[in-house]
């Protein structure tokens, strides 16, 4: 089994910044993609940014130039730098990782227990 810790989250003003991070433990043989989503009230879950195993990354259109994710392959790490946030960016964030348990294991979708990003005007 995976399990991921995340933290960073918090309360920010419009124009704020602030650090996600998301370690992964456990029984770990392989990470491949680990990415950011996020849910807002009354809304579907989004993907924010991923990043492959070869550290190629992809944002969500809404997070480009803004946020910057990163991993630290030795620490099982993935991270989210937001800069100038806005209220619209007020939600949950939870941490994906694709992840192999064992060697023999097909490659299997982990998630994060969420953390509350609020922004305020």
């Known amino acids: 089994q995976v399990q991921l810790m995340e933290s960073g989250g918090g309360l920010v003003q419009a124009g704020g910044s602030l650090r996600l991070s998301c370690a992964a433990s456990?029984?770990?043989?392989?990470?491949?993609?680990m990415g950011w989503y996020r849910q807002a009230p009354g809304k579907q879950r989004e993907l924010v940014a991923v990043?492959?195993?070869?550290?190629?990354?992809n944002y969500a259109n809404s997070a480009k130039g803004r946020f910057t994710i990163s991993r630290d392959n030795a620490k099982n790490t993935v991270y989210l730098q937001m800069n100038r946030l806005k209220p619209e960016d007020t939600a949950v964030y939870y941490c994906?990782?694709?992840?192999?348990?064992?060697?023999?294991?097909?490659?299997?979708?982990?998630w994060g227990q969420g953390t509350q990003v609020t922004v305020s005007s």
């Open positions: 990043i492959s195993s070869g550290s190629s990354t």
């Open positions: 456990g029984s770990i043989f392989r990470i491949s993609a």
């Open positions: 994906n990782v694709v992840a192999a348990a064992q060697k023999w294991s097909s490659p299997y979708d982990y």
